[in-house]
């Protein structure tokens, strides 16, 4: 097939839009009759709802009120469990918990009227840290505050000890990091018993949403509708969350019998909806003096918060992360999600592997220090090679280059020279200057069975004007969805870019292509594509109307004369996983990913030692992602992943007190901004992955993996300080110089 | 946006005589708001509890840097962009430029006004450390008439100042004196750019044969007021720089200011990295 498009850096579909103003984001949309709504949510983070007051001075008989007893049906958040109400009816898990919805015509009334909500809790025991969790004093889920647990068992661990020279131990710790997409969200919904209920709003799974709202109202599947608007952003912020706001607005406009748009402004998006996970690995690893790794002890703690949500599957990535892209013959990894009562914890671009990762390629630094090699060398020593199986036991059946992303990557970064460089400058040195690099991958698509599971399923539809349709629930979220199946649907088809039209999705209009998560959208969604454009073509061709090798004026006759003839031309294809893939859900073993992207990051830092500043400089990114389809779009991927996850690395924190944030303004919690980010080069190996489109991978998540390992490990050798936390901000790093010059003044 | 804006009232008198009558008439009734840079995130928050406002915009007399030839005057309506573009600022009151130039976003510059950012009274704003190391003096007008004050003693406790209900803070006039010393300014506030202040640091001195012959250093956010360390000035005045100096100095310092732990640092990041910059500003006397 010729490829005019695909490797191209075409338009963008929506990027004219968007530029212009165009776009139609959630809250831009209006109805005549819509109403606005508004949350009213716990003040503590755990207790007994007494009752509640609404104070005077409100005119309440014009507002729509709803509390747990107006719920139709089922009082639940639908996701992998049950556990997580819509709004808390008696107990309070977590102090943002929603408990009243208000719904009012005037926007500042319903400010007014919040306020004079007062509910009455009586006060139990709360539990904020994975230690108080895991503790067990104070049972806040379920019998032991386990949301889930895994074991992972390869070859035999404890009797491998004995045959490591040296035993290597640490702990890392990550913390939480809020998503910060561009748009809040928000979400108007349209509910009434006649029609069923119907949501527009910012998301990027419309089928969990559906999924959600069908118990909440008790109504058949097919009188709930969901359509995306224009999404400014998730980051997996928008994979679960919205499925709350969504049944908050329909649950006012039920109410109500008027359209109620939600919007949430920044402050309550940064307090209320999920953060990553926070989390606590230990590691104990056993080398052997020549730097062979014999034996690797993990032992991998989340915090969930207060309800179990994604935490199930964030944990799953994160366990099969864990041990990084490495040959062990004897891995022993145990893993726990625990229960604490702040908000759940969600999904966050890397989805449990930032977490994960960070702490092996810390350790690793650690572990290389401890036999006297090189970082770079003992890695090289332990990288796994193509029919070497992982710590879940998958063998590896591609070709897996490390040797070749090092070395690429320590020539873009000039690595060896500035190493040297910098142990000559630093002594004496008010700035101090360091370089360090991580090594890890990232599994494409679902974890496991989940695939399979989904069986998603994409439809392509001609026009009679010759116009193809892309039906499927994947959404542009401002990644480039819409462009990348333009490309690879019009190569198929081979016909103009300009002919292919990506449906909005719309659970009543698009069949199920599954969450837009997981780096899948590209690799699994994007073959489902390919495949319903080359069945389409094969229809017309069969149907005598197309020879193989048409113009575009034919392939528009043909189309036209199908439907006239025929009826809709309409093709479908449903997810087969390639063949020979196997996975135990209850060994937790077997083939994770049908592939993994592999990559080299190499960051470059300045620490200042009168304000322990530490400042990225300069960042080289090398990585193998089968075939770039769009060299833009993958390149800005890996941009703007890096400058996130330098945010997660040096800036962004959390200032948590008694499960709230307390930081909840942009003023307040430091995000990086555009001058502190530095020039990031970004460097793409192709090597083509049979299944999936033109040989493309996963890539969206991988960029946020290897940066926090990378700076840390050049804060490293800058300083000679091991920090083992992130994020890195100033006051950790003083306390950590500090411990090492001696004691403060 | 959660204020309930029916609740706010803000009027906008058209000449100095109108602003001066209505806050003599209902004194503390009525705050004056100038470019609402700290007003509007409050009130977009919901927590701007004073309701009734002054807008000052209209008062041409508050407006303008006039210069003489021994010293600039500021109006309190000048922006910090205003600041950042004045050749005279730039060349003898460069601390003050710096401290416009990283405050806030750019949007926040051109709108934002030194005499807010002085009225506003936040230990953590920016341009006040300047104005305390440029010696600046405020002056106040109420319908009584003009007062001029010494900015060094204006901030009397967190949030607390010498300006009476019935006065407005009209101009602040900086002293052209400061060509001949060394100056230094550094802010610390973990991002480049729209950042609030964890530490900022002003200092300038006057130097003599390697003798620091006289010498202001000034602090922000270390303290409930933007803070003039005149016990470590003084143990600095007189002396060289010399290392059992400036330990000397650091100590004095560290006795002098008051940091605390809040959502922003910690006292303990604060008290090292003011000490670290006290430093760094004595090793440039010396160099």
């Given at each position: 097939m010729e490829e005019k498009y695909f490797g191209h850096s075409v338009e963008r579909k929506e990027g004219r839009g968007k530029v212009t103003g165009r776009a139609q984001y959630v809250d831009d949309l209006a109805f005549p009759d819509m109403i606005h709504g508004v949350t009213v949510r716990s003040s503590i983070a755990r207790g007994r709802i007494l009752g509640i007051r609404y104070g005077e001075g409100?005119?309440?008989?014009e507002f729509a009120i709803v509390t747990a007893?107006?719920?139709?049906?089922?009082?639940e958040i639908s996701l992998?469990?049950?556990?997580?109400?819509?709004?808390?009816?008696?107990?309070?898990?977590?102090?943002?918990?929603?408990?009243v919805l208000l719904a009012h015509p005037d926007k500042y009334l319903l400010e007014e009227a919040r306020r004079a909500v007062h509910i009455d809790i009586e006060p139990l025991p709360a539990v904020f840290t994975i230690e108080d969790s895991l503790a067990?004093?104070?049972?806040?889920?379920?019998?032991?505050?386990?949301l889930k647990a895994y074991h992972v068992d390869k070859g035999d661990v404890d009797g491998a000890w004995a045959t490591a020279d040296v035993i290597v131990e640490g702990e890392y710790r990550t913390g939480a990091q809020e998503q910060l997409y561009i748009e809040n969200q928000g979400m108007i919904a349209v509910a009434n018993p006649a029609d069923g209920v119907t949501v527009w709003g910012s998301l990027q799974c419309p089928y969990y949403v559906h999924k959600a709202l069908v118990p909440i109202f008790?109504?058949?599947?097919?009188?709930i509708r969901v359509i995306q608007a224009e999404?400014?952003?998730?980051?997996?912020?928008?994979e679960e969350y919205p499925s709350m706001i969504a049944a908050h607005a329909a649950l006012l406009a039920w109410k109500s019998g008027k359209r109620v748009k939600i919007v949430y402004d920044r402050a309550e998006d940064m307090v209320a909806t999920t953060k990553r996970h926070p989390s606590r690995t230990r590691h104990r690893t056993g080398v052997t003096?020549?730097?062979?790794?014999?034996a690797m002890d993990i032992d991998l703690v989340i915090d969930g918060g207060?309800?179990?949500?994604?935490s199930a599957v964030v944990l799953s990535r994160a366990t099969i992360h864990s041990a990084g892209p490495y040959v062990c013959p004897n891995v022993r990894i145990r893993s726990q999600a625990v229960a604490t009562n702040a908000p759940p914890h969600g999904a966050f671009r890397g989805f449990g592997a930032p977490q994960s990762i960070f702490a092996v390629e810390r350790h690793l630094d650690q572990v290389a220090r401890a036999v006297n090699l090189a970082p770079e060398e003992l890695r090289r020593r332990n990288f796994l090679h193509r029919d070497q199986t992982t710590a879940t036991g998958q063998i590896i059946h591609e070709d897996v280059n490390f040797d070749g992303l090092l070395d690429r990557a320590f020539k873009e970064s000039d690595y060896h020279a500035k190493r040297e460089r910098f142990a000559k400058e630093n002594?004496?040195?008010?700035v101090k200057r360091g370089i360090g690099f991580s090594t890890f991958m990232h599994g494409a698509g679902?974890?496991?069975?989940g695939e399979v599971y989904l069986a998603s399923v994409v439809e392509l539809e001609a026009t009679a004007e010759g116009c193809v349709r892309v039906l499927a629930a994947?959404?542009?979220?401002?990644?480039?969805a819409n462009t990348i199946f333009s490309q690879i649907a019009a190569d198929a088809l081979g016909?103009?870019?300009?002919r292919i039209e990506v449906a909005q999705p719309d659970t009543g209009a698009?069949?199920?292509?599954?969450?837009?998560?997981?780096?899948?959208?590209?690799m699994v969604v994007g073959n489902l594509v390919e495949k319903a454009a080359l069945d389409l073509k094969k229809t017309l061709v069969e149907s005598g109307?197309?020879?193989?090798?048409?113009t575009e004026d034919e392939f528009v006759r043909a189309c036209k004369r199908y439907i006239e003839t025929r009826g809709p031309l309409r093709t479908r294809s449903q997810y087969e996983p390639p063949p020979g893939l196997h996975w135990d859900d209850t060994t937790y073993?077997?083939?994770?990913?049908g592939t993994y992207a592999w990559a080299v990051y190499v960051a470059e830092v300045a620490v200042?030692?009168?304000?322990y500043e530490a400042r990225v400089t300069d960042f080289i990114a090398v990585q193998e992602i089968?075939?770039?389809?769009h060299p833009v779009l993958a390149a800005g991927q890996i941009e703007g992943g890096v400058a996130q996850a330098i945010g997660m690395a040096l800036y962004e924190n959390v200032a948590w007190r008694e499960g709230r944030m307390?930081?909840?303004q942009m003023t307040n919690y430091i995000m990086p901004t555009a001058a502190d980010i530095p020039p990031i080069r970004v460097f793409f190996e192709e090597q083509p992955y049979p299944?999936?489109?033109?040989g493309a991978k996963g890539i969206g998540?991988?960029?946020?993996?290897?940066p926090a390992p990378s700076i840390l490990n050049a804060i490293e050798n800058a300083t000679g300080v091991c920090l083992r936390e992130i994020p890195a901000t100033p006051e950790v790093l003083m306390e950590a110089m500090a411990g090492k010059a001696g004691a403060l003044v | 946006m959660r204020a309930y804006i029916p609740a706010y009232d803000l009027r906008v008198p058209g000449s100095l005589s109108e602003a001066l009558a209505l806050i003599g008439r209902e004194p503390g009734v009525w705050q004056p708001f100038a470019g609402g840079t700290d007003l509007m995130v409050l009130l977009e928050a919901g927590k701007?509890?004073?309701k009734k406002f002054l807008s000052l915009?209209?008062?041409?007399?508050?407006r303008g840097i006039e210069c003489t030839a021994d010293a600039v005057l500021l109006g309190a309506l000048t922006t910090y962009t205003e600041i950042q573009a004045h050749p005279i600022l730039q060349a003898e009151f460069p601390l003050l430029c710096t401290a416009a130039r990283e405050t806030g976003s750019i949007a926040t510059q051109n709108r934002g006004t030194l005499g807010g950012n002085v009225v506003n009274a936040?230990?953590?704003?920016?341009?006040p450390p300047a104005l305390l190391v440029y010696d600046a003096d405020v002056e106040l007008v109420s319908e009584r008439g003009l007062r001029w004050l010494p900015?060094?003693?204006?901030?009397?406790?967190?949030?607390?100042?010498?300006?009476?209900?019935?006065?407005?803070?009209r101009a602040i006039r900086l002293p052209r004196?400061?060509?001949q010393w060394k100056q230094y300014y550094r802010k610390v506030g973990?991002?480049?750019?729209q950042a609030i202040s964890k530490v900022c640091f002003a200092g300038a001195a006057r130097m003599e044969n390697g003798t620091v012959r006289d010498i202001r250093v000034a602090l922000g956010s270390v303290a409930p007021i933007v803070l003039r360390a005149v016990k470590t000035e003084a143990a600095i005045r007189?002396?060289?720089?010399?290392p059992d100096n400036i330990a000397a100095a650091k100590g004095v310092l560290a006795r002098e200011i008051a940091p605390i732990d809040d959502i922003r640092s910690t006292a303990r990041y604060r008290l090292r990295v003011a000490q670290n910059l006290l430093q760094e500003f004595l090793m440039l006397l010396s160099r």
């Open positions: 409100i005119p309440w008989n007893k107006d719920i139709p049906g089922t009082n992998i469990l049950h556990d997580q109400p819509c709004l808390a009816s008696e107990f309070i898990n977590h102090p943002e918990e929603p408990v067990k004093r104070t049972i806040i889920w379920g019998e032991d505050n386990v008790g109504l058949p599947a097919e009188k999404t400014g952003g998730g980051f997996g912020g928008k003096r020549d730097g062979k790794l014999v207060a309800y179990a949500t994604l002594p004496g040195a008010t679902f974890t496991g069975s994947s959404t542009e979220i401002g990644q480039g016909i103009s870019y300009d698009v069949p199920n292509s599954g969450p837009t998560v997981a780096s899948r959208t590209s109307l197309l020879c193989d090798a048409c073993s077997g083939d994770a990913y200042d030692t009168l304000t089968g075939k770039v389809i307390a930081n909840g299944f999936g489109p033109h998540e991988l960029p946020m993996d290897g | 701007l509890p004073h915009t209209k008062l041409a007399d508050f936040s230990p953590a704003a920016d341009s900015y060094h003693g204006f901030h009397t406790g967190y949030k607390k100042m010498q300006i009476a209900p019935n006065e407005l803070l004196r400061a060509q973990t991002r480049k750019a007189g002396n060289r720089i010399t």
